[in-house]
């Protein structure tokens, strides 16, 4: 199986208010990858026509847009529609990943027989509320569908293995959905340590007792879909 070197990738920039921070991110990725979509998904603020400025040199890039803010899984969804190559990544637009962290998914890929390159936060700290809830939805990931998830930023995947006819959320929680059946598929897979830098601006909505909850509603309801059965 051919692998991919990075003129085969193409990276999905999901963007939503992201006006202070879209410009670094596009620029900072397109030294690594020529090809390039942005998805503002909604924004209000300017997000789009910045990073059509950051892009106006660059035939391969294209900025894409929702009416109205429908979720980062329907963001990843649209820019993999958009994608032309075999292979896909993404990257956050908060600038807590530098850019240059794609480089080790694209390492991996190319030099390893993978379908998928995973990333965990090498460095992450915020405080041990979020490690614990983190811990546990891991737990309740395994208990529930008998695999490891070791995922945390970016992947980079093949492109095939992205269906949206059956990858149903719209949220966030696409990017638990994706793995996971990855994972049961049994795909060639590596996971890859990876920096995240200090916050910009904004504060992370993922640890709330809200979305954790919401979280664990999405895994149940995940593991009716796949018509899995309690076990015995």
């Not at 190559?85 to 080790?104: H, K, N, R, Y």
């Not at 490690?131 to 569908?145: E, K």
Request: aromatic share 6%.
């Amino acid at each position: 199986m051919t692998q991919p070197s990075r003129q085969d990738v193409v990276a999905v920039i999901p963007a939503y208010q992201c006006a202070a921070t879209v410009g670094a991110v596009v620029a900072g990725v397109r030294e690594l990858i020529e090809r390039v979509v942005v998805v503002d998904d909604g924004s209000t603020d300017g997000t789009g026509e910045s990073a059509r400025a950051v892009l106006a040199d660059r035939p391969q890039g294209k900025v894409l847009r929702h009416e109205m803010n429908r979720g980062i899984g329907a963001a990843l969804k649209t820019g993999v529609a958009a994608a032309s190559l075999p292979w896909v990544t993404f990257l956050p637009c908060d600038g807590q990943i530098a850019p240059g962290s794609l480089e080790a998914l694209t390492d991996a890929a190319e030099a390893q027989g993978l379908d998928v390159v995973f990333s965990v936060y090498r460095d992450r700290d915020d405080g041990w509320h979020r490690t614990l809830l983190s811990a546990g939805i891991r737990g309740l990931i395994f208990a529930l569908f008998r695999v490891p998830m070791r995922s945390d930023g970016p992947y980079l995947f093949k492109r095939a293995l992205f269906d949206p006819a059956v990858l149903v959320p719209d949220s966030f929680f696409l990017n638990f959905e994706f793995p996971i059946r990855a994972l049961r598929e049994g795909v060639r897979h590596a996971v890859v340590p990876i920096h995240c830098l200090p916050r910009v601006s904004g504060q992370s909505k993922s640890t709330g007792l809200r979305r954790i909850a919401g979280v664990a509603r999405d895994l149940v309801s995940l593991r009716l879909r796949l018509g899995l059965r309690p076990r015995r």
